[in-house]
């Protein structure tokens, strides 16, 4: 079962931020946090993940919360094509992702 | 080059047939799973292979049966397939299995439709 409890869907206009929420109460310490989305029709796509700092990279930020109970992922201008499904998916050594049922974004022109 | 790539892209096949499902990375991980999407939407693990070793083998019917002749390959074998066998079947691979480090990356999938 998933460990992280995310909202159903956001909606977003095009090239404004998307602020994306995740909740995992119950991470423990070795746990790492990972986005991935998922495009209409496509594989699961890696986003982004980080383990206590802020992390970004050329696709999105990530910032985790001190106490590592939540995390946001944070698209800087979201695009037509940033409409997914995303997860946040909490992983261990030796495990495979778990996927919840997602955030689904809508971004309207 | 297409990382991860699977074939055949679609199968269609009646009930009680045996079909396979190949998969191959080109991107030197050890690491590669397979994971089913049902009609849902919902995506779970099927298996997991390090090193051509399986370490991962969730709860999946042994008409399921994957095989990975090489570190770059997994294959999945389904004998007498279902009609609830129909789904988006995904390969994916990582570099490793550590959790800093188990960054995946997806195929474009294969849809199967048992009629």
């Known amino acids: 079962d998933a460990k992280t409890t995310q909202p159903n869907s956001m909606e977003s206009n095009e090239e404004e931020p998307v602020h994306l929420p995740c909740n995992h109460s119950t991470i423990s310490g070795t746990d790492y946090i990972h986005w991935y989305r998922q495009l209409p029709s496509q594989g699961p796509e890696y986003v982004i993940h980080?383990?206590?700092s802020n992390v970004n990279n050329r696709m999105a930020s990530l910032a985790i919360a001190e106490d590592r109970k939540s995390s946001t992922l944070i698209l800087h201008r979201a695009t037509l094509r940033d409409a997914a499904v995303y997860y946040c998916i909490l992983l261990w050594a030796g495990t495979a992702l778990i996927f919840g049922k997602g955030t689904t974004l809508s971004v309207s022109s | 080059d297409t990382a991860v790539s699977q074939t055949p892209k679609y199968l269609v096949t009646q009930m009680g047939n045996d079909k396979s499902i190949k998969c191959e990375q080109n991107l030197g991980h050890d690491t590669m799973y397979w994971y089913k999407q049902d009609s849902k939407k919902f995506l779970k693990i099927m298996f997991s292979y390090n090193n051509k070793e399986l370490i991962i083998n969730e709860t999946v019917p042994n008409r399921f049966s994957p095989k990975s002749p090489d570190k770059a390959h997994l294959n999945l074998h389904i004998n007498s397939l279902e009609l609830g066998d129909s789904a988006v079947y995904f390969c994916?691979?990582?570099?490793?299995?550590?959790?800093?480090?188990?960054?995946?990356?997806f195929g474009a999938g294969t849809r199967l439709s048992v009629l």
């Open positions: 980080g383990l206590t």
């Open positions: 994916a691979s990582s570099l490793s299995t550590t959790g800093g480090k188990n960054i995946q990356y």
